[in-house]
């Protein structure tokens, strides 16, 4: 058996003054309060002064498209840096999940927060997308500077947009369907998360075969 697992990673940077402890895991369904104060308990005996968290939501983006980003800060001073890195505050007001419930704990024990958020393809709703990931690390690179070499995902992120059009080029149906939201976009403003199906090209089959090009594509470079 495997059971979901939240693990923490502790990185120490002695030249940069700022060390970084990362938790990798699972949103939990049960017992919020007792996760999210368990997890601000173990920031404190680490001296956490700022939680970041990363996450991404099903758009109306496009893959060729630059990644549209969205943010939150807890302190007004977090607010305006995240607009100088180009990521706007989010006006999204509605159901939380785990990060919303981090964030009240932070601000109920007073430590600082931010969070960032990266719109996805909706028609690639579940394929490894390194373009949104290098969208997200940039700003948080900048903001912690971390100084972190992102040349290998930025060329990860420019191999993925290759691999979609390469798979777009035999699937007109959703190269039509993705000149009219791209067209839609051009009207629209800041990207929401989806609260329901998305309206995808007639035949989901289509976008089906698309991911799974995606996938064959990806597990060929594994075995190089």
Same mark, same amino acid.
């Given at each position: 058996?495997?059971?979901?697992?939240?693990?923490?990673?502790?990185?120490?940077?002695?030249?940069?003054?700022?060390?970084?402890?990362?938790?990798?895991?699972?949103?939990?369904?049960?017992?919020?309060?007792?996760?999210?104060?368990?997890?601000?308990?173990?920031?404190?005996?680490?001296?956490?002064?700022?939680?970041?968290?990363?996450?991404?939501?099903?758009?109306?983006?496009?893959?060729?498209?630059?990644?549209?980003?969205?943010?939150?800060?807890?302190?007004?001073?977090?607010?305006?840096?995240?607009?100088?890195?180009?990521?706007?505050?989010?006006?999204?007001?509605?159901?939380?999940?785990?990060?919303?419930?981090?964030?009240?704990?932070?601000?109920?024990?007073?430590?600082?927060?931010?969070?960032?958020?990266?719109?996805?393809?909706?028609?690639?709703?579940?394929?490894?997308?390194?373009?949104?990931?290098?969208?997200?690390?940039?700003?948080?690179?900048?903001?912690?500077?971390?100084?972190?070499?992102?040349?290998?995902?930025?060329?990860?992120?420019?191999?993925?947009? $290759?691999?979609?059009? @390469?798979?777009?080029?035999?699937? &007109? %149906? /959703?190269?039509?369907?993705?000149?009219?939201? #791209? =067209?839609?976009?051009?009207? $629209?403003?800041?990207? @929401?998360?989806?609260?329901?199906? &998305? %309206? /995808?090209?007639?035949?989901?089959?289509?976008? #089906? =075969?698309?991911?799974?090009?995606?996938?064959?594509?990806?597990?060929?470079?594994?075995?190089?």
């Amino acid at each position: 058996m495997e059971w979901p697992a939240n693990v923490f990673f502790y990185h120490t940077q002695p030249d940069q003054g700022r060390d970084a402890v990362l938790l990798l895991g699972t949103e939990p369904h049960l017992k919020w309060l007792t996760f999210t104060n368990t997890v601000l308990q173990l920031a404190r005996q680490c001296g956490v002064e700022l939680v970041v968290c990363l996450g991404a939501f099903l758009g109306d983006a496009v893959h060729s498209r630059p990644v549209p980003l969205i943010g939150f800060a807890n302190r007004p001073g977090l607010s305006r840096r995240l607009v100088e890195l180009s990521v706007p505050p989010s006006r999204y007001e509605g159901p939380t999940g785990i990060v919303g419930a981090l964030h009240d704990a932070c601000r109920r024990q007073g430590m600082a927060s931010a969070s960032l958020w990266a719109a996805a393809p909706h028609y690639l709703a579940s394929t490894t997308n390194p373009k949104a990931a290098a969208a997200l690390l940039q700003p948080l690179n900048d903001l912690l500077g971390l100084g972190i070499d992102l040349g290998e995902m930025k060329r990860a992120a420019a191999r993925f947009e $290759a691999q979609v059009e @390469e798979a777009l080029a035999a699937n &007109p %149906e /959703l190269t039509a369907y993705l000149r009219q939201l #791209e =067209e839609r976009l051009d009207t $629209a403003g800041e990207p @929401e998360p989806r609260t329901e199906g &998305p %309206e /995808l090209p007639p035949g989901e089959a289509v976008v #089906e =075969e698309l991911e799974k090009f995606l996938r064959e594509r990806r597990e060929e470079g594994e075995d190089e």
